[in-house]
């Protein structure tokens, strides 16, 4: 794979304030854009980029060392400078990441998933899953909410297939958010990657010390929980683990539907957290939680992370049993706990083990499993 990077830094940025546009305010040692090229350039698997540039800031480039990058000049949307750049990408590239020019954090291993999920997708893009309530609102006022299952955070670099982003910027009419819009309205697949929440957009004066703090490495509040749990066997025809029910000639017992999956992963966010277990926020003395879908205990402790200012960098579940068999079911397993949590499939995972017959479950009386979380303060 060939790639070229195109750094799109024509606008304005009037919201950040300052004297000059927010792309050549300072930001630690350098300015923002100089941080931004800097992320490209030391980048092993790019090898050309691009820098789309304003017509009005000739004086503000001029200060700057930029012997490297290709500088075209842009037009007067944001599509138009897009345009301007990948038609300046010349030849010998077969794939480009288009970026802002205000993201001045992308990381390496960021721009390496973009760069990988290119190797079988047409376009790709990074993304965060939001976790916040979403709400509408006018004049101040709540007027209604907005399920936020399915939405995510966009940010760039976006990568695409070189050929099909011309392609779908020639086709395109009217303005565009970003380059994914363009891409979906020319019929493009893009694949979603985990996003980094460091890699923010420069947009308003708050931008800039948070920029500055993340610079400096300052420490971040980051949390590890781990759960274990187990559940014997008993009549049923079916067990149901991490939310999906697997039919089985037992089933799992215990007061709520015995999802010994979900349980440790949520005794885990409890753990992080040093908020007890779900014994103590859900007593098994209490008939209400009898049969009780364990959906319900996991979204109470992502709930509770969130509200304490906490995001999930990942977690790992493995579940101990001789049966049933566990592999086949994993991929929907983490579709529906990164669903219930609010993460993407890449940051959850699901395996099995057996304990080589030895032991309750290696006996077949019952299943164990251990989870691991990781919280990290947003």
């Known amino acids: 794979m060939q790639a070229a990077a195109v750094i799109v830094a024509a606008g304005r940025g009037t919201r950040a304030g300052g004297e000059k546009p927010k792309q050549f305010q300072r930001l630690g040692d350098r300015t923002v854009i100089e941080h931004t090229l800097a992320a490209f350039r030391s980048h092993p698997r790019i090898l050309r980029i691009i820098l789309v540039q304003g017509p009005d800031d000739t004086d503000h480039w001029s200060e700057l060392q930029i012997p490297d990058a290709i500088c075209v000049q842009g037009g007067a949307t944001r599509s138009a400078s897009v345009a301007a750049g990948l038609a300046a990408v010349g030849d010998g590239i077969d794939h480009v990441l288009i970026h802002d020019g205000a993201r001045p954090l992308a990381s390496a291993a960021l721009i390496d998933r973009v760069l990988d999920a290119l190797g079988h997708n047409p376009a790709a893009a990074p993304a965060l899953p939001v976790s916040d309530a979403l709400w509408h609102g006018a004049d101040g006022q709540v007027i209604g909410t907005q399920a936020r299952s399915g939405l995510f955070r966009a940010q760039t670099p976006q990568g ?219």
């Open 160 to 378: 695409f297939d070189l050929d099909a982003i011309r392609a779908a910027h020639a086709a395109f009419e009217g303005t565009a958010a970003d380059d994914v819009e363009v891409a979906l309205a020319d019929g493009l697949d893009v694949a979603i990657v985990a996003g980094d929440e460091a890699n923010i957009k420069i947009t308003g004066p708050d931008d800039f010390d948070r920029a500055e703090r993340l610079l400096r490495g300052t420490p971040l509040d980051i949390r590890t929980g781990n759960g274990l749990d187990v559940h014997r066997f008993g009549p049923g025809d079916h067990v149901t683990l991490c939310g999906i029910q697997i039919p089985f000639e037992r089933g799992l017992q215990g007061h709520s539907d015995a999802d010994v999956a979900m349980h440790v992963v949520t005794d885990a966010i409890y753990g992080a957290l040093a908020e007890g277990d779900i014994g103590q926020h859900f007593p098994p003395s209490d008939p209400q939680w009898k049969g009780t879908d364990s959906a319900i205990f996991l979204r109470h402790a992502v709930e509770l992370a969130e509200t304490r200012g906490y995001r999930f960098s990942h977690c790992d579940c493995t579940i101990v049993c001789e049966f049933p068999k566990i592999g086949p079911h994993t991929a929907a397993m983490r579709a529906k706990m990164a669903e219930l949590m609010g993460l993407l499939p890449d940051q959850i995972s699901v395996k099995a083990t057996t304990t080589e017959k030895l032991g309750f479950t290696g006996r077949g009386e019952g299943i164990a499993a251990l989870a691991t979380v990781t919280l990290v303060a947003a």
